[in-house]
């Protein structure tokens, strides 16, 4: 692909570059999952949106003027990340970035759909579905899926607080829908948990009707 300056690897955990940071370059995603977040003046940690693999990302890269990012990027799993040249990308590269933005923004406006719908348990429950269908997500020796995540992460993507998303994975454990361990928990009742969640936010005909315009 041109443009591509080289490959970087990066651990769970590990940040790909962090808000405030200069944006020379622009990311796109090989492997693995990294998580987009912002900080609020107040010091809470937003999820804006998740980088799958064969995403683009760091667009503030992409401003005429030297630009900082907006948000900070951290690897949920092991990545692979292929670092871009603005001035080295061709038309042909360009078009798949717009198509892919285009692609993200769609993802980004059913994730704040899920945020602003429904109470917290469904909002949390929303959330490990969605994680499930991400690197994060994998299915054990009982072929059960499970989701490799921490109270801290359910909290900052669902918009709530690690002490409410905690009594909430304690009641759904309680039901007998879910299963918890060491940073991850296992999806026990799939069924269960999608008429937790309730109907799907594109069923809604205001929510359907502003994604068929993105389209």
Known sequence: MSGVAS???FRRGEWVFQQGDPAPVFYQAETGLVRLMQSTLRGRTLTVRHVLPGDYFGEAALDPAPATHHHAAEALTPATIRLLQPEQLTAATLLDISRNLSTQLRRAMLHEVHLQSGDL????????????????????AQDHLYVRTTHELLAEGSGSTR???SKVVTELRDLGLI??????ITLLHLEGLRALAGP????????????????
């Not at 348990?121 to 054990?140: C, H, I, N, S």
């Not at 594109?202 to 994604?211: G, I, M, N, Q, S």
């Open 163 to 165: 002490e409410s998303v």
């Open 121 to 140: 348990r469904q909002r949390l429950v929303r959330y490990l579905l969605e994680l499930a269908d991400t690197p994060l997500g994998a299915e054990d």
């Open 200 to 215: 799907a936010p594109l069923d809604r005909p205001d929510v359907a009707e502003t994604f068929k315009e993105l389209r």
């Open 179 to 184: 299963e918890t361990g060491y940073r991850h």
């Open 7 to 9: 490959k970087q690897r």
